[in-house]
């Protein structure tokens, strides 16, 4: 029963941190400064950082394919 409470939590967990990130994501789009994003999705300054990062990444790599 505790081993089943443990991962219910980790799970609540995961969906609380995924929702941040898309909530980041959008405000990111929006042009928002890293202290309003950090401030209100609760995301550290280097998890949105590395959240910047890869989506450059992923979007150099869409231009790339787009233009191949």
Known sequence: AEEEKLK????AKNA????AIEIA????KDNLSLEVIE???GLS???IE???NNE???MK????????
Not at 8 to 11: L, R, T
Not at 61 to 68: G, L
């Open 8 to 11: 219910a939590e980790q799970k």
């Open 16 to 19: 609380k941190k995924q929702t």
């Open 25 to 28: 994501k959008n405000m990111l």
């Open 39 to 41: 401030r209100y999705s």
């Open 45 to 47: 300054k280097e998890e």
């Open 50 to 52: 590395e959240l910047i």
């Open 56 to 58: 450059k990444w992923k």
């Open 61 to 68: 790599k869409f231009c790339e394919a787009k233009h191949a």
